[in-house]
């Protein structure tokens, strides 16, 4: 017999809260929706998720520019390998592009398929993998184009004598171990941080520090 795992969650904006009941092995389709605050109504965006047959949905009424969203947190914590999160738009999901692909490679990592209705993103189809390449070259494009003039003002600055520049991030063994399994895909970045007890931003953050610092020794 199916074993059943009794959940409370959100289940409409007006904050009405219900039983959720998710059987152990079901996969299902989950919606992730956000307002700016929380006056805003975000029941255009649940509607759409549900013409989508989500069965449930995780509604944040915070700011994009909000690092630490509950919400997505609570969904990233819920969602399980065979599942698909549903959103109305990337950006309802991600600050940025960088923000974007960090959670896309974390579900994807698991075993969760992304889909974004307005871009028609889908990552179960060979074009939805494209579209999510095409993201991330383009923001390694931007990247490479922002460190050579990081690095072409740092050159100038120099010449004039500024000092400038806070300390670099503290990276210690335990955590250049588990970054290395984590790049030999040994485990996903959801597994490798949570080991390490650190937040998904922390450890994204001493991943570009690391990756920073191999493109120094290697230029």
Known sequence: MLQALHIRFETSYNDHIQTYIRKEGIVIKIGYCRVSSLSQNPARQIKALEEQGVEKCFIEKLSGKDKNRPKLQEMM???????????????????????????????????????????????????????????GALYEL?????????????????????????????????????????????????????????????FYRKVQQIERDKDVVES
């Open 77 to 135: 914590n819920f969602i399980r390998e065979g599942d698909t999160l549903v959103v109305e738009s990337i950006s309802r999901l991600a600050r940025n592009t960088k923000d974007f692909l960090e959670i896309v490679n974390d579900l994807t990592d698991r075993g969760v398929e992304v889909v974004s209705l307005k871009e028609s993103i889908d990552t179960s189809t060979p074009q939805g993998k494209f579209i999510c390449t095409i993201f």
């Open 142 to 202: 931007e990247r490479e184009s922002i460190k050579q003039r990081q690095m072409e003002g740092i050159t100038i600055a120099k010449e004039k004598g500024v000092a400038f520049g806070r300390p670099p991030i503290q990276i210690d063994d335990n955590f250049m171990r588990e970054y290395k399994r984590w790049k030999e895909r040994k485990q996903t970045a959801v597994q490798t941080y949570k080991k390490l007890n650190i937040s998904r931003t922390s």
